[in-house]
């Protein structure tokens, strides 16, 4: 995969902090970051589906007045 370099200024409490953590882990400062951002990234994805279940779950029941089950056994028969 091809590399992108990024340039960031934190203040040196937060450098420190990050090679720290790093060489702790045994790995880079670059590692270090790109692993935090993909792990964030993918938290931030199953946030998301738990709230769109959870939003689903509270209104189920409107959705389902709204639509019903006739309407929704016709746009199943619909699509085929």
Excluded: C, P, W
């Amino acid at each position: 995969m091809a590399k992108t370099q990024l340039n960031v200024r934190v203040d040196e409490g937060t450098a420190q902090a990050a090679r720290e953590r790093a060489t702790a882990r045994g790995m880079s400062v670059n590692r270090y970051i790109e692993e935090l951002v993909r792990r964030d990234a993918g938290e931030v994805g199953h946030t998301f589906v738990e709230a769109a279940a959870d939003f689903m779950k509270r209104y189920e029941g409107v959705f389902a007045e709204e639509f019903g089950a006739e309407r929704e056994g016709g746009a199943r028969e619909g699509r085929r």
